[in-house]
């Protein structure tokens, strides 16, 4: 049987959205010229080796064997794996070999020296971090989650 096809152009593939295809799969050979002469008739004289070859001839899988998996996505991920073990290696590869001991001006004690010296100097007064402290009570005005310590509090690790 022929259909269609896709754009109606004839060439054959097998697919869900066009189960029947502009081409028969196999040429017709005298063989199976005889078995769609013998199909025209009663389908129960047919036997279920004749039924297959003039599917064959007509169809090259079928939808079971077109739709079942192909184990692609196994390759996908493990190509995935070798990408992030890569890249975890070179991390590795790059914290002991590339990068130095941090600066001081990264410790905790540097950090609330400067924050500190921003608070004493009034800087940035309208949106900045001088604008949420109180001069008065020396502590920030309001306190969320995310506020940071009272930098004028002494901690052991000041110097």
Do not use: H
């Not at 097998?14 to 063989?31: Q, V, W």
């Not at 129960?44 to 039924?51: D, S």
């Not at 992030?84 to 590795?92: E, Q, Y």
């Not at 009034?122 to 506020?147: A, C, F, M, R």
């Amino acid at each position: 049987m022929v259909g269609f096809g896709m754009n109606g152009m004839p060439f054959y593939v097998d697919r869900n959205d066009f189960p029947f295809p502009a081409l028969r799969y196999k040429e017709t050979t005298p063989e199976i010229q005889a078995l769609y002469e013998k199909q025209k008739g009663n389908w129960k004289l047919l036997t279920k080796e004749e039924k297959n070859a003039l599917y064959r001839a007509n169809y090259c899988q079928t939808f079971a064997e077109f739709n079942a998996p192909t184990g692609e996505w196994m390759e996908i991920v493990g190509y995935g794996l070798i990408l992030c073990s890569l890249g975890v290696g070179l991390f590795i590869l790059m914290k002991l070999f590339v990068t130095t001991e941090l600066p001081k001006s990264f410790k905790p004690s540097w950090v609330r020296a400067q924050m500190r010296r921003q608070i004493d100097l009034q800087v940035n007064p309208i949106t900045g971090l001088s604008s949420n402290w109180d001069y008065e009570k020396n502590d920030w005005k309001v306190k969320t989650w995310n506020t940071p310590p009272n930098p004028f509090i002494k901690c052991p690790d000041d110097e």
